[in-house]
């Protein structure tokens, strides 16, 4: 396959959705990172070399994955695209690296199921910005209770789910540090006061955004604005290649971006 890996490269990878918006970014990414290779890339559908990387039918995975060993495969497709990524990748071997969102929670028991052969790193988001934001949003929501919590998202207009995976994990963090916010209110429309224990979701999609995350906090006569921006989807590109590069060769479990950065800090 031309762009494969070989042997001056300390990291070779397979990029699954090589057609999509974020797939081709992993394959541009990784052509312009020192010391990394595509070994693979599939898509579900005919499509022209990316970044001189030929571009195989997704129904070949298996066997690519067989032929190539790369030292990971990262997915940026769909709930059901993923599972069977992930099977493919357990079957062969390979880990996983995933950022794609909106799973059921049977499909993310599919997920989970082949981290018992494999690693699987599963992060709604691969910027490092959106990970500090998270652990900011965690302190100040522990910081000042009783203070109503508001979280607005945006992104293109093309995005499928909503809210975002992002903001659902937002969401999680807001819920362990305040047990009195268990109820999330989509939006609000007619008389619709706002109780004690709501947590305003918001979702907006428009245009090109590659994505936004806002959390308002807000009491006692003072408001408090924690915003991530994404000024264009490199910058998942690269913390998914950080992550499958961190991921090589760890034992089967369940791992997240965290485990990633976390690392680095030691």
Not at 9 to 32: K, N, P, Q
Not at 42 to 57: G, I, L
Not at 148 to 175: C, F, M, Q, W
Not at 176 to 181: E, F, I, K, P
């Amino acid at each position: 396959m031309s762009g494969g890996a070989a042997d001056s490269h300390s990291l070779s990878v397979a990029v699954t959705g090589a057609g999509g918006r974020m797939g081709r970014e992993v394959i541009e990414a990784a052509a312009d990172r020192e010391g990394v290779a595509v070994a693979v890339a599939v898509n579900r559908t005919a499509t022209e070399p990316v970044a001189r990387v030929d571009v195989e039918d997704a129904d070949r995975l298996g066997e690519l994955l067989a032929a190539e060993t790369p030292d990971a495969l990262v997915d940026f497709t769909g709930p059901e695209s993923a599972v069977a990524y992930a099977g493919a990748c357990a079957d062969a071997g390979v880990p996983l690296v995933t950022g794609t969102t909106g799973f059921a929670d049977a499909q993310l028991d599919g997920l989970r199921a082949a981290s018992d052969a494999v690693p699987v790193l599963k992060a709604s988001n691969f910027a490092r910005g959106v990970a500090a934001l998270r652990r900011a949003v965690r302190e100040a929501a522990a910081a000042l209770p009783g203070y109503d919590v508001e979280l607005t998202e945006t992104h293109h207009n093309g995005k499928r789910d909503a809210p975002s995976g992002t903001a659902k994990s937002i969401l999680d963090d807001v819920e362990s540090v305040r047990a009195d916010l268990d109820e999330r209110v989509h939006g609000r429309e007619g008389d619709a006061p706002r109780e004690p224990d709501e947590i305003g979701v918001h979702a907006r999609r428009a245009g090109d955004v590659t994505g936004e995350h806002e959390v308002l906090v807000a009491g006692n006569r003072e408001t408090l604005e924690l915003t991530h921006r994404a000024g264009d989807r490199g910058v998942f590109a690269e913390g998914a290649l950080d992550a499958a590069a961190w991921l090589a060769g760890r034992d089967p479990g369940w791992y997240g971006f965290d485990d990633v950065l976390d690392a680095g800090n030691e």
